[in-house]
C-alpha cells in the first residue's frame, strides 16, 4: 500500500512539474520571433494595378471579409461602401481571441507606417511586421508578386481611419498552442511572378487554393490548429454557430461527385448563385464579396473544380444540430 501511494505522489510530483514547465515554456514562446525574408514588392501608383488590387482586395480575396471595422458590419451585409479600419469580429478560440488589424493608411492605428516589404512578408511568409507569427487565418503565401504588388499598391490608396483594434489577448492554452504549435506558412513553391486572369482551370486551381480561400473553407480543419484534416474541397464542419441551442455550420462539398453540391448544377445556375449573395444568415462565405467576382473568375473555378478528384462525402443541411 505505500509503495502505491508513494508511485502516486511521485507521479503527481513529475506530472506538476512537467505542466509548469510547459506553461513557462509556453509563456516565454508565444511571441517569439521568426526570420523571414522582406519580397522584393514595392506599391506601384499606376491606376490599372491599383484597380487590380482593389478588386483583388474587395472582391477576389475578400480581405474585406475580416478588415472591416464593427460597426459597419450592416454596411458590409447591404453591399455598401465600408472601411478597412479592422477588428471586425473577433477570431475567438478557446486559447483567447484574435482581432483583425486595421489595415487603413492611417500612421498610428493602421499601417500607414508599415514599409512594403514589411506588409508583403506578412502575406507571404506569415511573420507580422513585428516578427511575431500571423495565425494561420489569411491564406495569400502563393500570391503572384504582381497580384501581391496590386494589394499593396491598392491598400496605399486607401484613406487614414483613425481606429484603434485591440490586442490580441490568449490565455495559457492559447499560447501553448501559439509555441508550440503554430508555425509562419510559407508558399508551397516559388511563387509565380504573374499569373494573367483566364478561364482555365490551372486560372481556377490559383484562385481556389491560393487566393479566394475556397480550398480553406470546403476543406475539414482542425479547430484549434487550422490543420487540413479532410479531404480537398469535399466540405465539412466548420465552426459552432453563436447562440443556443448549439448549431454547426457546414461547408458545401465542391467536388464533381454525385453527392458534391455542384453535381446537377449549369455554369449559369453557378454564376447566378455567386451573383445573388448570401442565402444563408449564419453562413461565413464571404457573398458579398464574391457576389463581385467576374464572369473570367467565375469560369476558371468552374473548370478547376470538374478537374479535382470526386470525393463521397454527403454534408446534409449547412446548419445542423449539435447531438449531444
Ligand atoms: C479570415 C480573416 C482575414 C482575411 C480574409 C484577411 N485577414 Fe488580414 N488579418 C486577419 C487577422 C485575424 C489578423 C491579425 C492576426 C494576428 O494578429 O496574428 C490580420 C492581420 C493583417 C495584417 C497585419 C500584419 C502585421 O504585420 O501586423 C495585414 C497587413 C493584413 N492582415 C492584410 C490583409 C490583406 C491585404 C488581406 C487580403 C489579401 C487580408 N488581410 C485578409 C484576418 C484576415
Ligand atoms: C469563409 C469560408 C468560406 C469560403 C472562403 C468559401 N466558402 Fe463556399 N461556403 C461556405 C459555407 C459555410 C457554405 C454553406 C452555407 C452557404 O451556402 O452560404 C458554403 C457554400 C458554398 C456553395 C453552395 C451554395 C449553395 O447555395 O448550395 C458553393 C457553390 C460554394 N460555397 C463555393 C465556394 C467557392 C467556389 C469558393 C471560393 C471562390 C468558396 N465557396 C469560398 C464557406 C466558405
Known amino acids: 500500500m505505500k509503495i502505491v501511494l508513494r508511485i502516486l505522489k511521485w507521479t503527481a510530483i513529475v506530472l506538476i512539474v512537467l505542466f509548469a514547465g510547459l506553461a513557462i515554456a509556453a509563456n516565454m514562446m508565444y511571441d517569439r520571433k521568426y526570420d523571414a525574408p522582406y519580397p522584393d514588392i514595392k506599391a506601384s ?94 491564406e495569400y503565401q502563393n500570391l503572384s508578386d504582381e497580384d501581391l504588388t496590386a494589394i499593396i499598391s491598392y491598400l496605399r490608396t486607401i484613406p487614414a481611419v483613425s481606429h484603434k483594434v485591440p490586442d490580441n489577448d490568449f490565455n495559457l492554452f492559447g499560447k501553448a498552442i501559439l509555441a508550440f504549435l503554430i508555425r509562419p506558412e510559407s508558399p508551397v513553391k516559388t511563387p509565380p511572378a504573374k499569373m494573367t486572369p483566364d478561364t482555365t482551370a490551372q486560372y481556377g486551381e490559383y484562385l481556389a487554393r491560393f487566393v479566394s480561400g475556397c480550398r480553406s473553407c470546403h476543406t475539414e480543419r482542425n479547430p484549434n490548429t487550422g490543420a487540413y484534416i479532410g479531404e480537398e474541397l469535399a466540405g ?34 453557378f454564376r447566378d448563385r455567386f451573383h445573388q449573395g448570401t442565402s444563408i444568415p449564419e453562413s461565413v462565405m464571404p457573398w458579398f464579396a464574391f457576389k463581385k467576382l467576374n464572369d473570367t473568375e467565375l469560369m476558371a473555378l468552374w473548370k478547376y473544380l470538374h478537374t479535382i478528384k470526386p470525393v463521397h462525402h454527403d454534408v446534409g443541411a449547412y446548419v445542423q444540430l449539435i447531438k449531444k
Open 45 to 138: 501608383s499606376d491606376s490599372a494595378i491599383i484597380a487590380h488590387g482593389q478588386h483583388l482586395v474587395l472582391s477576389t480575396a475578400h480581405c474585406a471579409e475580416c478588415h472591416f471595422k464593427p460597426d459597419d458590419s450592416t454596411k458590409v451585409k447591404n453591399g455598401e461602401d465600408f472601411q478597412l479600419a479592422g477588428g471586425g469580429f473577433p477570431f475567438l478560440f478557446p486559447g483567447g481571441a484574435f482581432y483583425s488589424r486595421n489595415i487603413s493608411s492611417d500612421k498610428e492605428t493602421g499601417i500607414g507606417n508599415l514599409k512594403d516589404g514589411e506588409i508583403a512578408r506578412a502575406l507571404r511568409y506569415g511573420v507580422k511586421h513585428d516578427g511575431t507569427v500571423l495565425i494561420p487565418a489569411m
Open 236 to 269: 465539412g464542419p466548420f465552426e459552432q454557430v453563436k447562440g443556443d441551442p448549439p448549431r454547426m455550420l457546414y461547408t458545401a462539398n465542391l467536388t464533381p461527385d454525385p453527392t458534391g453540391v455542384l453535381h446537377d448544377w449549369t455554369f449559369e445556375k
